[in-house]
Structure formats: C-alpha cells, structure tokens
C-alpha cells in the first residue's frame, strides 16, 4: 500500500522547517488557514523537536509587535 496525503504532507512541512536556518532556533507565524493545515497534519511536539520555540497565528503576533 503506498504513503498517506498526511504522512506526505506532514514530511513535507517537517522538511522546510529542518531546512530553514539549519542549526538555529526558530518562530513560526502562521495565519489562520496555514495553522489549521499544520495542526491537521503535524503534532506540535514534533515541530518543537525542529528548534521551533514558539508558534503564533499572524493576528497574535501582529498584536504583539512582530509586523
């Protein structure tokens, strides 16, 4: 039987995380759309793992300056 949509899908987003700035911590800003993907697809623990120290919808971080 061959891969899921999910287990593709969820390698595809753990695969750009890895290989943005390799080696360094990371902040993911997301809007609305793209988070509910992500949350549909990847456990947060499993974004963590990626040095990933915080996750934020667009209108939070908006909110707190990050523009």
Known sequence: MGTSA???QQEIILETIR????????VMVLDAGSKRIVD????????????????????????AGWD
């Open 19 to 26: 290989s943005t700035a390799q080696g360094e911590w990371k």
């Open 6 to 8: 999910i287990a593709v």
């Open 40 to 63: 549909g697809v990847v456990r947060e623990d499993d974004i963590l793992k990626e040095n990933v120290t915080s996750m934020s919808e667009k209108e939070d971080a908006e909110q």
